[in-house]
Nanobody, 121 residues
Framework: QVQLVEAGGGLVQPGGSLRLSCAASGRIFSINSMAWHRQAPGKQRELVAT???????NYADSVKGRFTISRDSAKNTVYLQMNSLTPEDTAVYYC???????????????WGRGIQVTVSS
């Protein structure tokens, strides 16, 4: 089994910054992809940024130039650096991992429990 633990959310003023982290632990052979999604009140969950292994990083248009996704492979951790935050970035942020438990097993999708980010003055 795999556990994901998110950290770094909270309340920040417009124009401020936050850094989210999400660490995966448990039975992990390989991590195929990492991503961050978010869900604002009354809206559907949307992809914020994705970082597939060996592939290119992609961002939602609304966060390009402000958010940066990165990974620490040694720690099985993904980060989301968020700068120039606006009230429209207020949402619950979810990390996502696609993980294979063994060399021969199929990868599965794992989600964090979500962490609140509130941008308000």
């Amino acid at each position: 089994q795999v556990q994901l633990v998110e950290a770094g959310g909270g309340l920040v003023q417009p124009g401020g910054s936050l850094r989210l982290s999400c660490a995966a632990s448990g039975r992990i052979f390989s991590i195929n992809s990492m991503a961050w999604h978010r869900q604002a009140p009354g809206k559907q969950r949307e992809l914020v940024a994705t970082k597939p292994y060996g592939g290119s990083t992609n961002y939602a248009d609304s966060v390009k130039g402000r958010f940066t996704i990165s990974r620490d492979s040694a720690k099985n951790t993904v980060y989301l650096q968020m700068n120039s935050l606006t009230p429209e970035d207020t949402a619950v942020y979810y990390c996502y991992f696609r993980i294979a438990a063994t060399m021969s097993s199929l990868p599965y999708d794992y989600w964090g429990r979500g962490i609140q980010v509130t941008v308000s003055s």
